[in-house]
């Protein structure tokens, strides 16, 4: 038999039995519920009398309408706090971000574990080495009542990043690159799992953005190797490393293997409507922008609002912009705040907003019109997903968005002063 990779490993440590059938029930180490999708198993959990099988194990928060923007939304809201506070639930996080961002800065998240979310982007947690996936309402209720799934033992591609991540680039421009090498179901229920072999080291807020872009590309799990950034995280989070650093056998069978040279990766750009419809930025034809977003799960940590403020510091937003910052959540909004990252941005004509999900979604702050072209920070750019269906948007990094904000324009030579030097 060949070795085990990562995401074979967590399954088997958290399986009920040690059935090897293709699909293997297993326990959970946490549930994480955002506002819109508990909202649909509500009527359902409480028809069939079900109580939750451990409450200090559920992460719920009200992300997707925070605050409620319509009279529908805060109906939507208020059904899903009764729930909540009828259930005394202790984890319940109220306006405090997006549920994606306020899992991994909670204790419930942990390296070696397995958590599922009633969210496609909940395999984020991925980037400091659990193995977490999307469900939908129906199996989140089940795993609320019982604290076990069903799960399929996916196959897996290994990625190995190889290099120094050039100064114009982050993780986003890493993760539209494997779109594009892999296309929107190149991974499909498969695990994306990361190797960090560069340099220098992938910074933590680089990894999120790899793994909740994981499943653009279909991925059951987007998970990286823990190693010493992913220990530095934990330790700065809790005081000290509690989980387990799973690693993949030395022999573990892949289905295939991926090298990124990062010395070779400049800025991407995924154009309408596709996440996979990505190009060099060099390669793309100008385009005038008339809205700017940084924020989102994917892209709305500290490094990416640092980023964006490095390079507006002393400038400003193009007058025909709109740019509109979310923070992931309060405390990266806390500290942006202390860094003096808010009041650069402001001073440029950058406007901020309350943490949640907000125009990613289409839901709300920054939402766009039928002849908006906006350069997002976000996730997906299928059509009318953040505003109305004539709208485009691209997906760059939150670098990209900043210059291209005070540019007024997507552009091939947008970096042309870092390629200079």
């Not at 190797?225 to 330790?235: G, H, K, L, R």
């Not at 109305?388 to 990209?400: E, F, I």
Request: glycine fraction near 10%; include cysteine.
């Amino acid at each position: 038999m060949t070795g085990r990779t990562l995401s074979d490993k967590v399954i088997d440590a958290h399986a009920v039995d040690g059935d090897a059938a293709l699909y293997r029930r297993v326990n959970v180490d946490a549930v994480l519920g955002p506002d819109a999708t508990i909202a649909l198993l509500i009527d359902g959990f409480e028809r069939r009398g079900l109580s939750v099988w451990d409450k200090d194990k559920v992460l719920l928060a009200n992300d997707h309408f925070s605050p409620p923007a319509t009279a529908e939304h805060a109906d939507i809201a208020n059904r899903f706090l009764a729930f909540a506070r009828g259930l005394e639930m202790p984890n319940l996080l109220l306006d405090r971000g997006i549920c994606h961002q306020l899992m991994v800065e909670h204790r419930l998240c942990q390296a070696g574990g397995l958590i599922v979310g009633a969210d496609s982007h909940t395999i984020m947690a991925g980037g400091v080495g659990a193995c977490a996936t999307g469900m939908g309402a129906t199996d989140i209720t089940f795993a609320l009542a019982t604290g076990t799934t069903w799960m399929r033992r996916p196959e897996t591609i290994a990625v190995r990043f190889h290099g120094t991540l050039p100064e114009q680039s982050s993780g986003r421009d890493i993760v539209l690159e494997l779109l594009a090498i892999l296309g929107e179901s190149g991974a499909q229920y498969r695990t994306l799992e990361f190797h960090d072999e560069s340099a220098t080291r992938l910074s933590q807020d680089d990894r999120f953005a790899i793994s909740n872009m994981a499943v653009e590309i279909g991925a059951k799990f987007g998970v990286f190797e823990p190693d010493e950034v992913t220990e530095a995280y934990f330790v700065g989070r809790d005081g000290e490393f509690l989980g387990t650093k799973v690693r993949p056998d030395a022999d573990a069978h892949y289905e295939r293997v991926i090298d990124v040279d990062l010395d070779d990766l400049d800025a991407r750009v995924a154009k309408p409507w596709q996440p996979s419809n990505v190009v060099p930025l060099r390669e793309l034809e100008p385009v005038k922008i008339t809205t700017a977003f940084l924020g989102s799960c994917a892209s709305g940590r500290l490094g990416d609002i640092e980023a964006a403020a490095n390079e507006l510091a002393g400038g400003k937003v193009h007058p025909e912009v709109r740019f509109v910052i979310i923070p992931a959540s309060v405390d990266v909004f806390k500290q942006a705040l202390r860094a003096g990252h808010v009041e650069t941005l402001t001073d440029a004509g950058a406007i901020f907003n309350h943490s949640s999900c907000g125009a990613c979604g289409g839901i709300d702050k920054g939402v766009l019109g039928a002849d908006d072209v906006c350069v997002s920070s976000s996730n997906r750019n299928f059509r009318g997903r953040m505003g109305h269906w004539d709208s485009r948007t691209y997906l760059a990094s939150p670098r990209t968005v900043a210059r291209a904000a005070m540019r007024g324009e997507l552009t091939p030579d947008l970096y042309r002063d870092l390629e200079d030097t």
